[in-house]
């Protein structure tokens, strides 16, 4: 193989690791938290990390969870993240506004609260 392709094969790696990184990092939020209240309208739970759909006053947010192990380290059971639930959530949105999207660092249901990412406050 010649030293070109070898170094073609690299790069493309490298930029795919670094693609992947950056969309589940932290990246492409502000770094500032806000608070959002609404209902889960749609969850897709597991890896990479879980997605739930909120509709929070008519508008509806993609709001990213954690990792299976990292919600049930949290505290979360099966069915706490299910349609029709209300809930609190803290978090990170995007830089772009207009994305409507957050990355949760806790969440409540009900009184209770599940902290997703200890130490992000």
């Not at 209902?39 to 890896?47: A, Y």
């Not at 299910?82 to 969440?107: F, Q």
Request: charged fraction near 25%.
């Amino acid at each position: 193989m010649r030293l070109s392709t070898i170094i073609a094969i690299m790069a493309l790696v490298l930029l795919q690791a670094g693609s992947a990184f950056a969309h589940h990092g932290w990246s492409w939020t502000t770094g500032g938290n806000i608070e959002l209240t609404g209902v889960i309208k749609s969850v897709r739970l597991g890896n990479p990390h879980g997605i739930l759909e909120v509709d929070a006053e008519g508008e509806i947010w993609t709001v990213e969870v954690g990792q299976p192990w990292r919600n049930e380290r949290a505290g979360l059971k099966d069915g706490d993240l299910a349609e029709g639930v209300e809930i609190r959530l803290i978090g990170e949105p995007a830089e772009d506004a207009s994305e409507k999207r957050l990355k949760v660092e806790r969440l409540f249901i009900g009184d209770r609260e599940y902290v997703l990412y200890p130490g992000r406050d």
